[in-house]
C-alpha cells in the first residue's frame, strides 16, 4: 500500500481531516477556526440548502473521459476549485500560509493570502505560482492603500481580491468563549489548552521563536505602530484601526490602481451585479462569508441563481462547500470556481504539510466519482442537467 493509499484508508473524506484537526488543535485555536456567528444558523442553513439540491443519475452512457478543467480569466486551470484566504492561517498552523502558497503552487490551483495573514507578502513570495489571489481588508489611508497594492503586486500576487462584507467586526461567541484575543495572548488559560496538544506547540515554537511569540498580522507592522493602544474588541483585531467600510467610489479606485484581475468578495445581492460590471469588476465572489459575519441572512447557495441571471461576469462561490458533490451543485447553480477555507485548514492541522495535497486528491477522485454518476465527461455539461429538490 502506498503513502497516498495509507491516507485514503485512514482519511478518505473531509470530516475524518475536520475530526482530527480538533484533536490536534488547542481548544481556542479550533474555536477561531470552526466557529460562526451568532446562533451560527446562516453556517447551518449553508449545509441544508447545499444537501436539498440533487440530480438524476445517469445510466448507460459509456467509458467517460472526465476533464476537471475550467477557464477563468483567460486561464486554463486543471481543477475547478482553490484556496480562499483565512485570517491568521499562522495561528492554525505553524507556516500555514506557506504551506498553502506551495500547495497551490504544486498543483497550479489559486492560493489566496489575506491582508491579516500572519505572514507578509514579502514572506510568500518565493513560494506563489501563477495563480497567486490577494485579498484586501480596505485600508482607509489613501497612502497605506498604494503601499499594499504596490507589495502585493511585487511579491507575485496576480489577482486582487476586495472583500466587502466586514464592515464591522463580527460577534463569534464560540470565539470568545474559548479565551482567545486579538492580537493573541498566551493566558494561563491559554497555556493550559496548548500544553495538551504539544506537536502544535512545538512547531508554532519554532516557527514563532524569532518574533517573540504567538503569530501576528505581519503585513500591518509597518502601519500599525501608532495605533497600538487604542482599545478593540474580542474578536476585533488591530485591522479594524486602519480599515473603512468602503464604498462605490473605493471599489472605483481600487479599479483604476490594479492592473490585473479585480474581484469583488461577499456579493449575495443581485442587484449589485450590473453596477460592479460597469466599475470594470472581472468577477464577483457570491459568499456569506461561511456564517461568520451576519447570521440573519440565506444560504450563499440559494441566491447563487439569481446572479448568474443577473450578470454575464464569471462567479466565484464558497460557504458551506465540503466536497466533489457540492462542487458540482454550486456549478450546476452558476458558479464558474469554488473556494475552499476552512477545509484546506482542516487538512493542514490533520496531517500537516501533506494534508492539503491529500484534501485535493480527496476533492479530485469526489468529482470525478459523482460526474461518473451522472454521465459527465466535463464540468461545464453540469449546466444542462436536470435537478431535483432533496428532503
Not at 181 to 197: E, F, G, I, S
Not at 208 to 220: A, D, Q, V
Not at 252 to 262: A, C, S, V, Y
Request: aromatic share 8%.
Amino acid at each position: 500500500m502506498t503513502a497516498a493509499q495509507d491516507l485514503h484508508s485512514l482519511y478518505p473524506g473531509l470530516s475524518d481531516l475536520r475530526k482530527q484537526a480538533r484533536r490536534r488543535l488547542p481548544r481556542f485555536v479550533w474555536e477561531y477556526l470552526d466557529s460562526a456567528t451568532g446562533v451560527e444558523a446562516t453556517k447551518a442553513r449553508n449545509r441544508v440548502a447545499l444537501d436539498r439540491i440533487g440530480f438524476l443519475p445517469s445510466i448507460l452512457h459509456g467509458p467517460l473521459d472526465i476533464d476537471l478543467s475550467v477557464q477563468l480569466f483567460g486561464n486554463t486551470l486543471p481543477l475547478p476549485f482553490g484556496i480562499a484566504p483565512v485570517g491568521m492561517s499562522g495561528l492554525i498552523w505553524p507556516d500555514a500560509e506557506g504551506h498553502l502558497a506551495r500547495c497551490g503552487a504544486r498543483n497550479c490551483i489559486p492560493y489566496s493570502m489575506s491582508t491579516v495573514a500572519s505572514q507578509a507578502p514579502e514572506d510568500l513570495a518565493p513560494h506563489l505560482g501563477p495563480e497567486a489571489w490577494y485579498q484586501l481588508y480596505p485600508p482607509k489611508d489613501e497612502g497605506i492603500r498604494k503601499d499594499m497594492l504596490a507589495r502585493a503586486r511585487d511579491a507575485g500576487f496576480k489577482v486582487l481580491v476586495l472583500t466587502v462584507d466586514v464592515p464591522v467586526a463580527s460577534r463569534r461567541e464560540r470565539q470568545t468563549r474559548s479565551g482567545l484575543t486579538q492580537p493573541p495572548r498566551l493566558t494561563p488559560r491559554l497555556l493550559a489548552q496548548v500544553a495538551m496538544r504539544p506537536t502544535w506547540a512545538l512547531g508554532m515554537a519554532r516557527q514563532h521563536r524569532n518574533e517573540g511569540g504567538m503569530p501576528h498580522m505581519r503585513t500591518l507592522d509597518k502601519y500599525t505602530a501608532e495605533a497600538k493602544g487604542e482599545s478593540l474588541s474580542s474578536t476585533a483585531h488591530i485591522g479594524y484601526l486602519l480599515r473603512t467600510s468602503p464604498d462605490w467610489e473605493y471599489a472605483r479606485w481600487l479599479r483604476d490602481h490594479w492592473d490585473g484581475p479585480f474581484v469583488i468578495k461577499g456579493v449575495m445581492r443581485s442587484k449589485d451585479a450590473e453596477p460592479l460590471k460597469q466599475i470594470g469588476v472581472d468577477a464577483l465572489w457570491v459568499s456569506n462569508h461561511a456564517g461568520r459575519q451576519f447570521d440573519g441572512g440565506p444560504a450563499a447557495i440559494e441566491v447563487l441563481p439569481g446572479l448568474r441571471a443577473a450578470t454575464d461576469l464569471p462567479l466565484i462561490f464558497d460557504s458551506g462547500v465540503e466536497g466533489g458533490l457540492d462542487i458540482l451543485r454550486a456549478l450546476a447553480l452558476g458558479a464558474d470556481f469554488v473556494m475552499f477555507g476552512r477545509a484546506f485548514h482542516y487538512a493542514l492541522a490533520a496531517l500537516g504539510p501533506t494534508g492539503p495535497d491529500h484534501l485535493i486528491d480527496i476533492l479530485k477522485k469526489d468529482l470525478e466519482a459523482n460526474m461518473g454518476q451522472l454521465g459527465l465527461a466535463t464540468l461545464a455539461q453540469v449546466r444542462n442537467l436536470p435537478r431535483r429538490e432533496l428532503t
